[in-house]
């Protein structure tokens, strides 16, 4: 086993999914590190080399290029409260609670509205913004935490969200045999608005950027919600076009199952975790 002082560990921001972990992995396995360890429930990168290796720099570059920010964590920090990330100042706080009553303020609000069209997509993806308000709140309450409750934290969180996803796959399915018919226009409609509030989450963080990978984590995730929308936009124009609800039913199935992956990916970080830190007591 190595040494406290010949590991390295990084606390990763813009980092809220399995796709983006194996980012950060193969960003840091570019720069010349074997075996790097990415908890996606603490955000916290592991790297077996010592804080004065060679490598670190070329990491470092290479992680920030692939759009996420990294703040070094003291060695002594990693079993009690990590260090404060340099860029978390009062103003980034307020806008990441304006961001958060975005997320889960529209999301009840689509969740209405996908029960009046009839659409599971938008369910789906009202999913996916009750999840991102959820685990941005934890993450700013948690944030001078110590490792193990982050991590009992982020099990909660994983829990919540696999809950979600399950009931949202389970009528789906219901819905399957039901063939009740879909609100197209309504559901376009409600599409639309959750692609303008996005839009206005990222321009609220944008201000309160902390040098250029933040920048691109913000737009990263600007990006990704805003292809999850488009593609419930475009669901909405065939189902009008089909006259069938398939075309939202394939939608909401894709949704919730990516959703119940990042989930799970969720719990088994934070399970881990935990077991390596009380392992540890």
Not at 100 to 106: D, V
Not at 107 to 127: F, N, P, R, T, V
Not at 140 to 151: D, F, H, K
Not at 262 to 281: M, T
């Amino acid at each position: 086993m190595l040494a406290l002082e010949d590991t390295l560990q990084y606390r990763v921001t813009g980092m809220d999914c399995a796709s983006c972990a194996a980012k950060v992995e193969k960003a840091a396995r570019s720069a010349g590190v074997a075996n790097p360890v990415v908890s996606i429930a603490t955000q916290i990168l592991t790297l077996d080399i010592p804080h004065n290796d060679a490598r670190v720099e070329a990491v470092e570059r290479a992680i920030s290029d692939a759009g996420y920010h990294l703040n070094q964590l003291r060695p002594e920090a990693s079993n009690e409260t990590d260090d404060m990330p340099s860029h978390l100042t009062s103003g980034y706080k307020r806008a990441l609670w304006i961001v958060i009553m975005l997320n889960l303020g529209y999301g009840m609000i689509e969740m209405i509205g996908g029960y009046l069209a009839g659409s599971q997509a938008l369910k789906a993806d009202a999913l996916d913004f009750v999840g991102d308000g959820v685990i941005t709140f934890l993450g700013v309450l948690a944030i001078s935490w110590s490792l193990l409750w982050r991590a009992r934290s982020a099990l909660v969180q994983g829990v919540f969200l696999a809950i979600l996803g399950l009931g949202v796959l389970g009528n789906t399915v219901w819905r399957i045999f039901q063939h009740q018919p879909v609100e197209a226009e309504l559901m376009g409609a409600i599409a639309l608005v959750a692609l303008a509030v996005n839009v206005t989450a990222a321009l609220v963080l944008v201000p309160h950027r902390a040098g250029d990978a933040n920048v691109r984590a913000v737009w990263l995730f600007s990006r990704n919600d805003a292809i999850g929308n488009a593609v419930v936009v475009l669901a909405a124009i065939l189902v009008g076009i089909t006259k069938t609800s398939w075309p939202d039913l394939v939608v909401a199935l894709a949704v919730a199952a990516l959703f119940l992956h990042s989930s799970w990916v969720i719990i088994r970080d934070a399970l881990q975790d935990i077991a390596k830190v009380e392992s540890s007591l």
